[in-house]
């Protein structure tokens, strides 16, 4: 692989094949064993330190009896993991439903996320979620769904093993008082902010419109994903995840990373503190009471 290009599809793929590897109940060495491959060339691959060939994948794929879809993912994954850069289209080499980055945000020990416009997915309630996604599916079971799989994911901000990762979530004014047409769910949407952000490993702050124009305005909704070390692996490297119509863009080279670290600070400098963002947010709530 180009080392300019993205290491996303390669840790995707290794995470998955270890995964399909011991659910099967199949140890490191055995498999490298079936598969005549070294132990370090296992334990690379597994790692994401090397692109895949598409017959290694089918191979280890038989081994471990995984899925005819599971397998088709793997290989498609295999194949960006070997392309200069790295831009997933959803139901293009690697299929729709197959949703990259929540497995991302499963492995992350921090969330840094900067919310132009709409509540970040991890902090939704259903009646939020399910006005969100009206707007992009006409049909109801699609919605239904979509925010099934959105709610499902919130599971992780509680979980004990492995430790729930950190959420530190920055939004615009703007996002708090775009209502949607259910008020009391508004309203409800409102308050479960305050709650989250009274929780130890979740920070909630807003850019009030009296901050006026800020440098990072036009960097559009990103999040800063970092993952923590795995026994004496490195860690994998910080990745950012910037999602659009028609795709979502991975990036982890250091300059790119930088640059968004440093918009992530402006956005920091010009944000209330949490507990002045908590006081404009009831003001909100109370507000909409009227």
């Known amino acids: 692989m180009n080392e300019?290009?993205?290491?996303?599809?390669?840790?995707?793929?290794?995470?998955?094949?270890?995964?399909?590897?011991?659910q099967a109940g199949i140890s490191l060495m055995a498999a490298a064993g079936e598969l005549e491959f070294s132990r370090a060339r296992m334990y690379r691959i597994e790692n994401g330190e090397v692109p895949v060939r598409k017959h290694d994948v089918i191979a280890m794929c038989g081994v471990y009896s995984a899925?005819?879809?599971?397998?088709e993912v793997v290989i498609g994954l295999a194949a960006e993991s070997k392309a200069k850069g790295w831009w997933h289209a959803y139901g293009d080499v690697v299929p729709a439903w197959f949703e990259l980055y929540v497995g991302m945000e499963q492995a992350a020990s921090r969330l840094r996320s900067y919310a132009p416009g709409v509540i970040p997915?991890?902090?939704?309630t259903r009646e939020y979620a399910?006005?969100?996604?009206?707007g992009w599916h006409a049909d109801p079971d699609a919605v239904a769904?979509?925010?099934?799989?959105?709610?499902e994911r919130q599971s992780l901000l509680s979980r004990r093993l492995p430790e729930a990762p950190g959420l530190d979530v920055i939004v615009d004014e703007g996002v708090l008082r775009r209502a949607i047409p259910d008020t009391v769910g508004m309203r409800k949407q409102l308050a479960h902010l305050v709650t989250m952000s009274a929780r130890r490993n979740i920070g909630v702050r807003?850019?009030?419109?009296?901050?006026g124009p800020h440098q990072a305005a036009s960097s559009g909704q990103f999040t800063i994903l970092e993952f923590p070390a795995v026994g004496t692996a490195s860690p994998e490297?910080?990745?950012i995840y910037c999602e659009n119509l028609t795709g979502a863009l991975y990036l982890d080279k250091l300059a790119e990373v930088e640059t968004y670290e440093s918009i992530w600070g402006r956005l920091g400098a010009v944000a209330l503190s949490r507990a002045d963002s908590d006081d404009l947010i009831r003001t909100i709530i109370?507000?909409?009471d009227g």
Do not use: C, N
Not at 4 to 22: D, F, I, N, Y
Not at 130 to 134: G, I, L, P, S, T
């Open 121 to 124: 997915g991890l902090l939704q």
């Open 130 to 134: 399910e006005a969100v996604f009206r």
């Open 67 to 71: 899925p005819r879809h599971i397998t």
């Open 237 to 239: 490297p910080t990745t």
């Open 286 to 288: 109370e507000e909409s």
């Open 206 to 211: 807003v850019i009030p419109f009296a901050a």
């Open 4 to 22: 300019t290009g993205s290491t996303v599809p390669k840790r995707q793929v290794g995470r998955l094949l270890r995964q399909l590897r011991e």
């Open 145 to 151: 769904g979509a925010v099934a799989v959105r709610l």
